[in-house]
C-alpha cells in the first residue's frame, strides 16, 4: 500500500476529530488503540467496522457528528435483527443525490425524462434516494410509492413516464398488468432502473421463459415480413408493367384515334364531331392522370421494400439479443429487455397506425378535391336549359372562353406531371443507388 504525508496528515485529523466526538467510531478506535498512524502499516490496521457493530450501535451510536448536524436518518428493514439507524447530515444528503444522479446518467436518462418513483418512501432509503437523484439530474419526479397498481399504471400513461424506478420483481408484475390489460400503445417507458431486491431462480425462469415468448412473436414477425417482401415486389413488377402498357396506350390513342377525330371535325366543320373529338381528347387526359397515380403508387411500393427489410433486420438482432440475453447476461439485464421489447412492440404499432392515418388523411383530401370539381361540374351542366338567342349566344362565349381555360390549364397540368415524371425518376435513381451502396 501507498499513502503520502498528506495522506497520513488527513487520516489522522479525522481520526483525533472522532476520538475527540466520543462517537462510535472514536470509542472503537481507541479500544484498538489505534489513535494516530504512522507509517502505511499502521494504517492497514485500522480496524473495519462490522455487521454486528452497527446492530449494536442502535439507535443513534453511528454519529460522527453533533446532533444538531444530523438532518435525517434511514433505516434498514430489521427482519435479520436488530434495524440499523442511519444519520444523514445536509452533505451526506447531498453525496446520496450526485450518486443517484450518476446512476441515471449511466443508463442514458436525462433531465427530459419522466421519472415514475415505486420503492417505498419512509425509513427505507430507497424512494427518496431515487427521487433526490432525479430532482438533482433536474428531470421530472412522479413520487408514487409502492404498491396501488391501478393507481400506478394510471398515472403512467396520464403523465407519459419514461423511466420506471421499482423492485424486480414489481417491475415484471406491470409489465404482466400492462400486456392483460392491452394498454402497451399508451405507455411511453423507455427504461427501467430497478434494484433493491434479490433474484430468484424463479424469477429468473419467468423472465427467460417472457423472452422466448418474444423471440417466437419477432421471428413469426420476420416469417410473415419474407412474405410481404414478395408480395410487394410483385406489386411493383405488376404496376410496371401496367404504366408502361398504359403510357405505350396513350401515345397510340393521341396519335391515331385522337388526330383522326380531329381531323374528321375539322373536314366536316360540324359541332357534333368536334364534340366528339374533345371528348375522347378528355378521357386521354382522364387516363393520363390515372398513369400518374400509378407512377406515384408504384414509388411508394419501391420505398416499402427497404422499409420491410430495416424492420426485418431489427426484429432479427433482436433475436440474437434475446438469445444472447438469455444464455450470458445478468438477470438485471433480462428484465429490462422483457420492457424494452414491450414498449418497442408498442412504438411500432403506433408507427403502423400513424402512416394509416396519414395515408387515410391524403386519400380523404384528394377524394374532396375531386368531388368538389365533379359536384361544379355536373351542377353546371343540370342548370343549363332552352332560353332565347340573346341567353345562347352569352352562354356560347362563356363556354368558349371556359374551354380555353380549361384547355390552359390542363396544358398546364401536363407539364406538371411531365415535370413530376421527370422527378420520380430521378427520386427512383437515387433510392436505387443509396440501395447498391457497398456497406462498409
Known amino acids: 500500500m501507498k499513502i503520502n504525508e498528506t495522506q497520513l496528515e488527513q487520516v489522522n485529523d479525522r481520526i483525533q476529530a472522532l476520538v475527540r466526538s466520543n462517537s462510535f467510531y472514536g470509542k472503537k478506535l481507541e479500544a484498538a488503540g489505534m489513535t494516530e498512524v504512522h507509517t502505511p502499516e499502521e494504517f492497514a490496521k485500522l480496524p473495519f467496522s462490522e455487521k454486528k457493530d452497527l446492530r449494536d450501535a442502535y439507535p443513534l451510536g453511528l454519529m460522527a457528528v453533533p446532533e444538531e448536524e444530523i438532518v435525517r436518518i434511514h433505516s434498514s428493514s430489521g ?3 436488530t434495524p440499523v439507524i442511519i444519520p444523514y447530515t445536509a452533505k451526506d444528503v447531498d453525496d446520496w443525490a450526485i450518486q443517484f444522479k450518476r446512476c441515471y446518467e449511466t443508463a442514458g436518462i436525462t433531465n427530459k425524462d419522466r421519472i415514475q418513483v415505486t420503492p417505498g418512501y419512509g425509513l427505507w432509503t430507497a424512494g427518496i434516494g431515487f427521487q ?30 419514461t423511466v420506471l424506478c421499482s423492485t424486480s420483481s ?25 434494484g433493491s ?74 359541332p357534333e ?9 378528355n378521357k386521354c387526359v382522364r387516363f393520363e392522370k390515372k398513369l400518374h397515380d400509378l407512377e406515384l403508387t408504384r414509388m411508394i411500393s419501391l420505398q416499402t421494400a427497404p422499409q420491410i427489410r430495416m424492420i426485418q433486420n431489427n426484429d432479427t438482432a433482436l433475436v440474437e439479443k434475446i438469445q444472447t440475453s438469455v444464455l450470458n447476461t445478468i438477470p438485471l439485464w433480462k428484465n429490462q429487455m ?75 397540368g401536363a407539364k406538371k406531371r411531365q415535370e413530376a415524371e421527370v422527378e420520380l425518376r430521378r427520386l427512383e435513381g437515387e433510392l436505387k443507388q443509396k440501395l447498391l451502396q457497398p456497406r462498409s
Do not use: C
Open 132 to 161: 433526490n437523484g432525479a430532482e438533482k439530474l433536474g428531470a421530472m419526479v412522479i413520487p408514487m410509492g409502492p404498491g396501488n397498481t391501478e393507481k400506478q399504471l394510471q398515472m403512467m400513461m396520464d403523465m407519459e413516464s
Open 338 to 412: 422483457v420492457l424494452t421489447l414491450g414498449i418497442e412492440n408498442s412504438r411500432r404499432a403506433m408507427e403502423a397506425q400513424r402512416q394509416v392515418t396519414d395515408m387515410t388523411n391524403a386519400l380523404l383530401q384528394k377524394n374532396a378535391d375531386m368531388l368538389h370539381m365533379a359536384s361544379v361540374e355536373t351542377a353546371k351542366e343540370s342548370e343549363r336549359g332552352i332560353v332565347d338567342m340573346e341567353t345562347l349566344k352569352h352562354t356560347n362565349e362563356q363556354l368558349i372562353s371556359t374551354l380555353d381555360e380549361v384547355l390552359q390549364i390542363q396544358t398546364d
Open 197 to 270: 431486491e434479490r433474484w430468484s431462480q424463479k424469477m429468473r425462469d419467468r423472465i427467460s421463459g417472457e423472452l422466448e415468448k418474444h423471440k417466437v412473436t419477432l421471428l413469426k414477425d420476420v416469417a410473415v415480413m419474407d412474405q410481404m417482401y414478395e408480395r410487394n415486389l410483385q406489386y411493383f413488377k405488376e404496376l410496371t408493367m401496367y404504366i408502361l402498357a398504359g403510357k405505350q396506350k396513350l401515345a397510340e390513342a393521341r396519335n391515331t384515334t385522337l388526330r383522326q377525330l380531329r381531323e374528321k371535325a375539322e373536314a366536316s366543320n360540324l
Open 170 to 194: 414489481y417491475a415484471l408484475l406491470l409489465a404482466e398488468e400492462i400486456g392483460k390489460r392491452g394498454i402497451k400503445d399508451k405507455i411511453r417507458l423507455k427504461k427501467g432502473v430497478i
Open 79 to 81: 427482519t435479520t435483527g
Open 273 to 281: 364531331d368536334a364534340q366528339a373529338a374533345n371528348d375522347f381528347e
